[in-house]
């Protein structure tokens, strides 16, 4: 059982480039979040999803967009990369739909530097 | 605001000296708080969630208890092995959301 799945685990990219992060869970969880981590910020959410078909901003989601592709399958995608998005990215799942109680499950993470 | 604040920053221990995490906040009606523990490098891994004060969770050397204010991650005896960085975060009852504080980071020496 994988759990959620990140990829890639490393990404460096030059200035205006555009990737997109992709994750996916196998756990048949509802709801799906994109988050960054900085030093000395936590974790700050980007985009969700509560549940298939449905995507919401968080509360950082300039310069990002999200699409939940299936049930499994949620992505990040940065148009035009800035150095200011250079961070950890995690990916995360909970089985409950909207953002209240249950665990989070969490990716191992997407290490971005933008130069 | 809601908001979540963790203290200390960091913490270092010998083996077998036991302490206290603190996670402080303010949210307008809490639905749940949760402790998680992140390793260097990986994603943050669940440990407990509490929705009532007075409630308590343990595992293993750990030891998790909410009053209405806050909540402590008692560590007895801690081993090398408990060194990560521990997570707490809320749930808003008003807007639901999820509200992370920045973390401790444990260091345990052997």
């Known amino acids: 059982n994988a759990g959620v799945t990140q990829t890639p685990k490393f990404q460096v990219l030059k200035t205006g480039q555009s990737m997109t992060l992709q994750c996916a869970q196998d756990?048949?969880?509802?709801?799906m979040y994109w988050y960054r981590q900085d030093p000395g910020m936590g974790l700050r959410l980007i985009y969700y999803?509560?549940?298939?078909?449905?995507?919401d901003k968080g509360e950082v989601p300039n310069g990002y967009n999200v699409s939940r592709l299936n049930k499994r399958e949620f992505s990040l995608r940065l148009e035009s990369a800035a150095p200011s998005q250079t961070s950890v990215y995690f990916c995360?799942?909970?089985?409950?739909?909207?953002?209240?109680?249950?665990?989070?499950?969490f990716g191992e993470g997407s290490r971005l530097t933008v130069l | 605001e809601d908001q979540v604040t963790q203290s200390p920053e960091a913490l270092r221990l010998q083996e077998g000296e036991s302490s206290s995490l603190n996670c402080s906040y303010t949210?307008?009606?809490?639905?749940?708080l949760f402790w998680y523990r992140q390793d260097p490098g990986k994603g943050p891994e669940f440990l407990f969630t509490?929705?009532?004060a007075g409630e308590e969770k343990e595992k293993e050397r750990l030891k998790a208890t909410l009053t209405k204010k806050e909540s402590f991650l008692h560590i007895t005896a801690p081993k090398p092995e408990d060194s990560a960085t521990y997570l707490c975060?809320?749930?808003?009852?008003?807007?639901?959301?999820?509200?992370f504080g920045q973390g401790t980071t444990l260091q345990v020496k052997p």
């Open positions: 995360a799942s909970r089985i409950l739909p909207g953002q209240g109680s249950g665990e989070l499950f």
């Open positions: 756990m048949n969880h509802n709801s």
């Open positions: 999803s509560a549940s298939e078909g449905t995507t």
């Open positions: 949210v307008s009606g809490l639905r749940g």
């Open positions: 509490l929705y009532s």
């Open positions: 975060t809320v749930v808003s009852g008003n807007t639901g959301k999820l509200i």
